[in-house]
């Protein structure tokens, strides 16, 4: 089974922290994503990674960074954390691109800016 | 237009009842369709793959339709375990895998 991991469930930060986000997976999956998911709007690509060191920015990629330097981790940074990046930051891999080829998420971890 | 359109729900049905979800998506080059089952606080599971033939898994359904952009989830025999948010997800990228979700449809299922 595919594992992907991230570091926290819960983490409390404050406003104009930086915040890092990491994320393992286990499978050796070429394609690593980010997403946020918020009552009423779903969930939304924050930034996505098709190979080491490379990113691509999804649809709301304002206020966050992301680092790629091993296959197996992608780590998420808010630069200067704000109260509307509190949220649940979803983590996904899956393997390069190809028809049907779905992602695996994370458990999620449930970031509170205060 | 959205890129991927769901009914929110909340779908309420007996146990045993067959329910159908809709979603339409708005990008005519999408290639990859999935259905996603989210339970409350989890992440997103992959309940199942969509084909271009329409393809089954137990008592679930799932049809695509390219020329209407439309997809449906069926789900016969309804149990108490199949409450949850079920998401529409198609690939917004001809060859790429950037996922696009809807925002889900809720279905609760009661006894």
């Known amino acids: 089974d595919v594992k992907v991991t991230q570091s926290s469930r819960y983490l409390v930060k404050r406003t104009g922290e930086k915040v890092f986000l990491e994320c393992v997976q286990d499978m050796d999956h070429e394609n690593m994503f980010w997403y946020r998911q918020d009552p009423g709007l779903g969930l939304r690509l924050i930034y996505f990674s098709y190979d080491v060191k490379m990113k691509e920015k999804g649809d709301i990629p304002e206020g966050y960074s992301v680092s790629r330097e091993k296959k197996e981790r992608f780590s998420l940074i808010l630069e200067s954390a704000s109260t509307n990046q509190t949220s649940m930051y979803l983590c996904?891999?899956?393997?390069?691109?190809?028809?049907?080829?779905?992602?695996?998420f994370g458990d999620g971890t449930r970031l509170s800016i205060l | 237009r959205k890129e991927v359109e769901q009914d929110p729900g909340p779908f309420n049905v007996p146990e045993g009842a067959t329910v159908a979800f809709n979603c339409t998506y708005s990008n005519s080059a999408s290639q990859s369709f999935f259905w996603y089952r989210q339970d409350c606080r989890k992440e997103p599971k992959l309940l199942m793959s969509?084909?271009?033939s329409g393809n089954e898994d137990g008592r679930f359904t799932a049809q695509l339709n390219r020329a209407s952009q439309y997809i449906s989830l069926l789900i016969r025999d309804s149990k108490l375990s199949d409450s949850a948010t079920y998401l529409c997800?198609?690939?917004?990228?001809?060859?790429?895998?950037?996922?696009?979700f809807g925002k889900g449809t809720t279905l609760s299922v009661s006894s």
């Open positions: 969509v084909y271009s």
């Open positions: 996904a891999s899956s393997p390069r691109q190809g028809a049907f080829q779905p992602q695996h």
């Open positions: 997800v198609v690939t917004r990228r001809q060859a790429g895998t950037a996922l696009i």
